[in-house]
T-cell receptor, first 114, second 115 residues
């Protein structure tokens, strides 16, 4: 069985602060994919990143960066110099060998105050 | 890029009525689509896997007679909430994947409110 845990239910920061959203996963699959999605108040899921289990390189995309550590089964997401527009619910998710079937974490509500 | 579209985006209905939600892959064929449900302030939970030309596969605890899924073509899956009740009020999201790349695309979601 797969499980994704986002221990932080809510995070509140002031604009320009850096913030890290934690994600820990459990799986018995040797090949798997990890995802991060952003869900603004409108509800649609905005894809942020997909990482496969064989690629442990960290990734940076603008103000976003991701730290994948297989040894601790973690896939953390950092937003640098946060902005009000970053306020949303962020979901970490995992997919095993079954295409399309994602297991989502509980989500972290991020609020960035001006 | 590939797009998945859902319709309607919002629907309000009376208790006891049935509601149909459509999920379309706009520029690719999807033999498999997925339906998720999200209650307010909660995570997304997979309800069922929709298979083109065959019966859907439901997750444990999801009533197949309550949530009818039809995947009659390679670009359309429908979810019908039968005899809806207020506890069925939720955000329903579908997804489909590009099979040769594994990329996954989500629809915009459909917010159902049952009065």
């Amino acid at each position: 069985a797969q499980k994704v845990t986002q221990a932080q239910t809510e995070i509140s920061v002031v604009e320009k602060e850096d913030v890290t959203l934690d994600c820990v996963y459990e799986t018995r699959d040797t090949t798997y994919y990890l995802f991060w999605y952003k869900q603004p108040p409108s509800g649609e899921l905005v894809f942020l990143i997909r990482r496969n289990s064989f690629d442990e390189q960290n990734e940076i995309s603008g103000r976003y960066s991701w730290n994948f550590q297989k040894s601790t089964s973690s896939f953390n997401f950092t937003i640098t110099a946060s902005q009000v527009v970053d306020s949303a619910v962020y979901f970490c998710a995992q997919r095993g060998t079954s295409y399309g079937k994602l297991t989502f974490g509980q989500g972290t509500i991020l609020t960035v105050h001006p | 890029g590939a797009v998945v579209s859902q319709h309607p985006s919002r629907v309000i209905c009376k208790s006891g009525t049935s509601v149909k939600i459509e999920c379309r892959s706009l520029d690719f064929q999807a033999t498999t689509m997925f339906w998720y449900r999200q209650f307010p302030k909660q995570s997304l939970m997979l309800m069922a896997t929709s298979n083109e030309g065959s019966k859907a596969t439901y997750e444990q605890g999801v009533e197949k007679d309550k949530f009818l899924i039809n995947h009659a073509s390679l670009t359309l899956s429908t979810l019908t909430v039968t005899s809806a009740h207020p506890e069925d009020s939720s955000f329903y999201i579908c997804s489909a994947n590009l099979e040769h790349t594994g990329e996954l695309f989500f629809g915009e979601g459909s917010r159902l409110t049952v009065l």
